[in-house]
């Protein structure tokens, strides 16, 4: 009688619903730590261990690297027989070692039995470099050389540290030259290809105007001539100088390494906490700022952030106008009818769409239809290469404009539906028109409401992915949407997003290992990303909702 009782109460479901609410926050919790864990990881500069493994034959291996793994698995799963290794169990540990130096072995990880560890040290002059091909380096600094001449030094490492600033100056001047000034000159060649090749589509025999196009490609091609000597004087300072590097116990195994490949380098072993800590936080700016590498699989996700973000503030900016509006519609001067209420579940219903129909659309309609025809009639100059003919910025805010449409256009219903009638009739009997009403009173009361869609469409299409790979993503985008070259916003150009980025490297990679600490990494970047969208957005509607609260009571 008592359990009846205490069932009627409703505190069993009380307690349900709390029992679910804390298992979801645990999930989430326990998801977001292990992303963070195993993304941040990859950051910390760990140690390098020298180590000598046997084969059980008297063959010893050397082997220099950092250990990523340590599991203990079935001997059976590699082969080994139990009743020949005394004391086990049927189990073994084996540990996975990134040897790095990949253009010297051919190979990046080797997992290695513990058992087969006859020696396990951590030099403390062991170097780790951080190239721009090959990967990662393991070895020790020997020497330097300037031209092929070898440099007297009684700091090699020093030395070596000064060098390496020098050498970074040069990159960073020369990517500054090739991406601004060089890249500049070619966007306005180009420019002025097109407005030649327009006139003679129209038929155009003015020759002056092609002259004014002859004068400015000639003072555009001397100052590609002015930059391109200067950029060749600045690569060959930057080869000037190479790093001694040894891998083994003899002088036979001395490779030299050319300092412009190199971008950092440092020794772990010697570290402290508090010297660690600093390069940590390096690193971690570096992926955030730095340009990708390696088919994606090393340096940074600059163009990535970039891209999700300008491509999400697009979709804001063409979904919001588009669901308010139809939301208003159907609710304040819609007639209430069999139509209406099929429209509602028409919107309900595209809601629950797979977003990769949606791609599909984008792709048929947005690129091939509108595309094609916007290039025949404004781009007839560019043909046969497409400008808004193939996927682009420009389309993939569209789609996912279009995806995300129901979510606002409910959202907006709602809000309205929470106005009381009093307040519309108040405003009407004051001498308010039906528009004045709803501009003055009615939208600006509802626009928590709305900015709630808004929330959850920018958080839907943040990250969405299947959609963008037909629109516009790629794997590696060659110049940013947004730069300093007219019409500085390039609607037209295809763009980098974290989720196709968190895709790419995670199943398309051809080095699974180097791509998993990044995979991790980039979805705990496209986590904030998106927490920092929405935070953005939910100030907004608090901000909304304080002020229009008096009015609401």
């Known amino acids: 009688m008592k359990l009846k009782k205490w069932i009627l109460t409703g505190a069993p479901w009380v307690w349900l619903n709390s029992a679910a609410v804390s298992a979801s926050i645990l999930l989430v919790s326990g998801l977001l730590l292990l992303i963070t864990v195993r993304g941040m990881g990859h950051f910390w500069p760990s140690q390098v261990h020298e180590i000598i493994i046997s084969d059980g034959r008297g063959e010893l291996t050397r082997l220099v690297g950092q250990i990523r793994e340590q599991e203990t698995v079935p001997m059976e799963r590699l082969g080994l027989n139990a009743e020949n290794l005394e004391g086990k169990d049927g189990f073994i540990t084996r540990v996975l070692l990134k040897t790095g130096n990949r253009d010297l072995t051919g190979e990046d990880f080797r997992w290695i039995l513990r058992d087969q560890v006859i020696q396990d040290e951590t030099p403390l002059s062991m170097a780790v470099l951080e190239r721009q091909e090959w990967g990662t380096f393991f070895g020790f600094v020997v020497g330097l050389k300037d031209k092929g001449e070898l440099i007297e030094t009684n700091d090699v490492w020093g030395d070596f540290q000064k060098l390496l600033a020098q050498t970074q100056a040069i990159r960073e001047e020369i990517e500054e030259l090739e991406k601004g000034e060089i890249g500049s000159i070619n966007y306005q060649l180009d420019r002025l290809r097109l407005k030649e090749r327009k006139l003679q589509l129209q038929g155009d025999r003015d020759a002056s105007e092609f002259e004014e196009i002859r004068q400015e490609r000639d003072r555009l091609q001397l100052g590609y001539e002015q930059a391109e000597a200067r950029l060749m004087n600045l690569y060959e300072a930057i080869r000037q100088y190479t790093v001694v590097m040894r891998t083994g116990a003899a002088t036979d195994s001395d490779r030299d390494l050319p300092l412009e490949g190199i971008l950092d380098a440092w020794q772990p072993n010697g570290m402290g906490f508090f010297t660690k800590v600093p390069h940590f936080f390096g690193k971690i700016w570096s992926f955030i700022s730095d340009n990708p590498r390696e088919a994606n699989t090393e340096g940074g996700v600059f163009p990535a952030i970039y891209g999700t973000i300008l491509m999400v503030l697009l979709m804001t900016l063409f979904v919001t106008p588009l669901g308010v509006i139809a939301g208003v519609y159907l609710k304040e001067y819609a007639r209430q009818g069999l139509l209406t209420r099929t429209i509602r579940v028409a919107v309900n219903n595209l809601a629950g769409v797979p977003s990769i129909v949606y791609g599909v659309f984008g792709l048929g309609f947005f690129v091939y239809t509108l595309g094609g025809n916007i290039d025949q009639l404004f781009f007839e100059a560019a043909l046969p290469s497409p400008t808004f003919g193939t996927g682009g910025l420009f389309w993939a805010s569209l789609t996912l404009a279009l995806l995300t449409l129901p979510i606002v256009i409910v959202s907006t219903e709602e809000g309205l539906s929470r106005i009381p009638r009093s307040m519309r009739e108040g405003s009407l009997a004051l001498g308010a028109t039906q528009w004045e009403t709803l501009w003055r009173t009615v939208l600006p009361m509802a626009s928590p409401g709305i900015m ?66 990044v995979v991790y990494a980039t979805a705990l970047l496209l986590v904030l990303v998106i927490l920092l969208l929405n935070i953005s957005a939910i100030s907004v509607r608090n901000r909304l909702r304080e002020r229009y609260k008096g009015l609401e009571a």
């Open 452 to 517: 709630t869609g808004v929330i959850l469409a920018v958080a839907r299409a943040a990250g969405e992915v299947a959609p963008l790979m037909l629109v516009g993503v790629v794997k590696l985008a060659p110049a940013l949407p947004l730069d300093g070259n007219y019409p500085f916003l390039h609607m037209d150009r295809k763009f980098m997003h974290l989720g196709f980025h968190i895709y790419d490297v995670g199943f398309q990679s051809p080095n699974v290992e180097a791509a998993r600490p």
